[in-house]
């Protein structure tokens, strides 16, 4: 057995998490990208490597910059095209992979995104940020590389040195600050000539797109509407190349990703129709470009698309669009069921699933090419794995279920058998006896079946008469889910001798679209009750829990759930509540999505129904807290901004309540997952000082 080693802050500043794996076309190298933190430098850096196939080794392929992403190859492997912001902005950089330096091909003053390479490798396209009314703009072409970066920064501070006129309703977003005046347009790149070309013009974003050589076309999602804040809502376009003509090709579904089948005749798309609002999944399907006809692939599904499973590793997962096979009978892609996500394939006409890669894991990113499949993921006692095999015949559908069934209780094998796994970046991680889950199920009180999780110190230094004191933890979304993924959180408090119970209330992700569905007007009710049934399950269950020593901490609708229960609960000795929201009156006006989000998840607005958001605030029942909390939020968060914990600290300070703040600067909504190291290490110092600080030395 492996020795037990204590698991330490520092560590988390050692994992290094791989994304984005992509085949090379002639299947002889896998490139992915790989993040890690700097600590000298106070910053996350991402980096480009690749493993060849035949000789099984591993090379980092980019050196420079702080983010490395998006890699491309040429059709003939001869080049990799990529994304760098070494020169202060993100641009098309090419790597000639026969010998030779990599070079700049692109410098937009505001970057490029979401670049894509054409069948014959002769135009490379992306989204650009263009102000409204103008043209792109571009740096100087007599700047000098090393001059580029200061000059950007000059234009930067300009911007935020003038007063902003805004004519827009969501005018801010969390994690880029105030925006510009601008809108993304899909621009394409000659390659030889390093030409652009503006392929999309109006106040109008474009949000994704998939390219057709055979068509001559570019298929897009874009919301061109004229309430298109309102409805948020994007229509599938089709845009010649020849004739520079944009075609409405239909309006039926809100578009979020799609790509482009093998003969050219279908798309696949993912997109739904709003019916749940904020939480409504998206669904797959079928899109007959000569009929204009839909087909949907879902029928029958329960299946949330994508990955919805938290972790403390990655700040989000860019997954690919579907993927077709190359003979067009399946399309690829993620499902989220039940805290796993897997890789699962649809028959393109009859929408059979079968499963091909899942288990007790956290798949996150994946490709296919040629019959085989090359992905990433995480398990509790793994933080990432780079793994590839054979695409044989996978496991049938999972069964249908009401929301009072039970669910798949048994254990839940890893598969397939004959995976390879490719790269472990971080061996030295095989040293450490990390605490694994042990998931329960339990029934709410109208019977619908949920799952929880408890995970229980190898040793504890605080534990009084044979028992441990436990932590409540709280997921955010609240259309998220805690799963089978690597916590690093979780695995440092557990470390310090504290149990831990989380649970995936009504509203979480992975247990059916009116699972996720039933929040929705209703914070703080069945929620709330299906996360205190979770937590006395636990209790039952598990004679070492201390249901005399029980704190609570979760950050957005987790710090939400936080300052809720501390004024309905009095069972907690200590709380900490982190990126909340207490105030959903002043929310809706505050946040970069408080409009739609509010509108859809409390069933309210300012306008005419205020006392359904105020009934569903914190703030509102401040008076009954008697629990002593700590709230820490991020200056710069516009996705629950500061002020939020700002009205909760004040008025329990005027009532003279236990409170602190401990204000975060040069941090966002994520800093949890992609904050400096510096202040990631300050979040948990925090979290841990304030627990250990109030909890009781004996059982009350």
């Known amino acids: 057995m492996v020795e037990h080693t204590r698991v330490e802050i520092s560590d988390l500043f050692r994992l290094q998490v791989v994304k984005r794996p992509i085949f090379s076309p002639q299947m002889n190298w896998i490139?992915?990208?790989?993040?890690?933190?700097?600590?000298?430098?106070?910053?996350?850096?991402?980096h480009l490597y690749a493993y060849h196939r035949s000789t099984h080794t591993i090379k980092q392929w980019t050196q420079l910059g702080r983010s490395n992403s998006r890699a491309v190859f040429a059709p003939d492997e001869s080049k990799l095209y990529f994304l760098s912001d070494r020169n202060g902005s993100t641009q098309v950089w090419c790597m000639p992979l026969n010998g030779g330096e990599s070079y700049r091909m692109t410098r937009f003053l505001r970057g490029i995104s979401d670049i894509q390479l054409d069948a014959q490798g002769e135009w490379m396209y992306g989204l650009v940020d263009v102000p409204e009314g103008g043209e792109i703009e571009i740096w100087p072409e007599e700047l000098k590389d090393?001059?580029?970066?200061?000059?950007?920064?000059?234009?930067?501070?300009?911007?935020?040195?003038?007063?902003?006129?805004?004519?827009?309703?969501?005018?801010?977003?969390?994690?880029?600050?105030?925006?510009?005046?601008?809108?993304?347009?899909?621009?394409?790149?000659?390659?030889?000539?390093?030409?652009?070309?503006?392929?999309?013009?109006?106040?109008?974003?474009?949000?994704?797109?998939?390219?057709?050589?055979?068509?001559?076309?570019?298929?897009?999602?874009?919301n061109r509407r004229s309430d298109a804040e309102i409805s948020l809502?994007?229509?599938?376009?089709?845009?010649?190349?020849?004739?520079?003509?944009?075609?409405?090709?239909?309006?039926?579904?809100?578009?979020?990703?799609?790509?482009?089948?093998?003969?050219?005749?279908?798309?696949?798309?993912?997109?739904?129709?709003?019916?749940?609002?904020?939480?409504?999944?998206?669904?797959?399907?079928?899109?007959?470009?000569?009929?204009?006809?839909?087909?949907?692939?879902?029928?029958?599904?329960?299946?949330?698309t994508g990955n919805h499973n938290?972790?403390?590793?990655?700040?989000?997962?860019?997954?690919?669009?579907?993927?077709?096979?190359?003979?067009?009978?399946?399309?690829?892609?993620?499902?989220?069921?039940?805290?796993?996500?897997?890789?699962?394939?649809?028959?393109?006409?009859?929408?059979?699933?079968?499963?091909?890669?899942?288990?007790?894991?956290?798949?996150?990113?994946?490709?296919?090419?040629?019959?085989?499949?090359?992905?990433?993921?995480?398990?509790?006692?793994?933080?990432?794995?780079?793994?590839?095999?054979?695409?044989g015949q996978g496991l049938p559908a999972w069964p249908v279920r009401q929301e009072t069934d039970s669910m798949d209780e048994g254990e839940t094998n890893s598969f397939p058998s004959d995976e390879q796994q490719v790269y472990y970046p971080n061996a030295w991680a095989t040293s450490m006896n990390w605490v694994d889950v042990q998931p329960f199920w339990y029934s709410a009180a109208d019977g619908w079946r949920?799952?929880?999780?408890?995970?229980?110190?190898?040793?504890?230094?605080?534990m009084v008469d044979g028992k441990v004191p436990v932590i409540l933890e709280v997921h955010g979304g609240p259309q998220a889910a805690y799963s089978y993924s690597f916590f690093h959180?979780?695995?440092?408090?557990?470390?310090?001798?504290?149990?831990?119970?989380?649970?995936?209330?009504?509203?979480?992700?992975?247990?059916?679209?009116?699972?996720?569905?039933?929040?929705q007007g209703d914070y703080g009710g069945q929620d709330m009750q299906d996360i205190?049934?979770?937590?006395?399950?636990?209790?039952?269950?598990?004679?070492?829990?201390?249901?005399?020593?029980?704190?609570?901490?979760?950050?957005?609708?987790?710090?939400?759930?936080?300052?809720?229960?501390?004024?309905?609960?009095?069972?907690?000795?200590?709380?900490?509540?982190?990126?909340?929201?207490?105030?959903?009156?002043?929310?809706?006006?505050?946040?970069?999505?408080?409009?739609?989000?509010?509108?859809?998840?409390l069933k309210g607005d300012v306008t005419d129904n205020v006392e359904t958001l105020w009934r569903q605030s914190p703030l509102a029942y401040a008076a009954q807290v008697r629990t002593p909390l700590l709230l820490i939020h991020s200056e710069l968060d516009m996705r629950c901004p500061i002020e939020q914990a700002e009205q909760f600290y004040t008025i329990l300070k005027r009532l003279g309540r236990e409170v602190e703040l401990l204000r975060i600067p040069e941090a966002n909504h994520d800093l949890s997952r992609s904050g400096k190291p510096s202040l990631r290490k300050e979040r948990l110092e925090a979290i841990l000082e304030f627990i250990d600080r109030h909890l009781p030395v004996m059982a009350e």
């Open 31 to 46: 490139v992915f990208e790989q993040t890690r933190p700097d600590v000298d430098k106070d910053e996350n850096i991402t």
């Open 146 to 222: 090393t001059e580029v970066k200061d000059w950007i920064l000059e234009q930067q501070k300009s911007w935020s040195a003038h007063s902003k006129r805004f004519r827009r309703l969501y005018y801010k977003a969390d994690g880029r600050g105030i925006l510009s005046p601008v809108f993304r347009q899909l621009v394409r790149i000659h390659l030889q000539s390093s030409t652009v070309e503006v392929m999309t013009e109006g106040s109008y974003d474009v949000s994704s797109y998939a390219l057709s050589l055979k068509n001559n076309a570019v298929y897009l999602a874009s």
């Open 233 to 304: 809502w994007r229509d599938l376009y089709e845009l010649s190349l020849s004739e520079r003509k944009l075609t409405l090709l239909s309006q039926e579904w809100d578009v979020h990703s799609l790509s482009v089948s093998p003969d050219e005749t279908a798309l696949a798309v993912l997109a739904h129709g709003k019916e749940y609002g904020n939480a409504t999944f998206e669904r797959l399907y079928r899109f007959d470009l000569k009929t204009r006809q839909w087909t949907s692939l879902m029928q029958n599904w329960q299946e949330a």
């Open 310 to 391: 938290m972790s403390d590793l990655r700040a989000g997962v860019s997954l690919p669009p579907p993927l077709w096979s190359e003979d067009g009978r399946w399309v690829y892609l993620l499902v989220t069921r039940q805290a796993m996500t897997e890789l699962v394939r649809v028959d393109a006409q009859t929408g059979e699933l079968q499963r091909m890669v899942g288990g007790r894991r956290d798949l996150y990113g994946f490709d296919v090419k040629a019959g085989r499949a090359v992905y990433v993921y995480t398990d509790v006692k793994t933080p990432c794995y780079l793994a590839e095999c054979q695409l």
């Open 450 to 462: 949920l799952q929880g999780f408890v995970m229980l110190p190898h040793h504890s230094d605080k």
């Open 489 to 519: 959180e979780f695995q440092y408090l557990v470390s310090q001798g504290y149990a831990l119970v989380f649970v995936n209330p009504r509203g979480s992700v992975g247990y059916g679209q009116k699972f996720a569905d039933a929040v």
């Open 532 to 601: 205190l049934a979770g937590l006395e399950m636990a209790l039952r269950q598990h004679d070492v829990l201390d249901d005399k020593r029980i704190a609570i901490t979760g950050g957005s609708y987790g710090g939400f759930m936080t300052n809720w229960m501390i004024a309905h609960d009095h069972r907690f000795f200590a709380a900490v509540s982190q990126r909340s929201i207490s105030n959903f009156v002043s929310f809706y006006g505050v946040s970069d999505i408080g409009p739609f989000f509010t509108e859809s998840e």
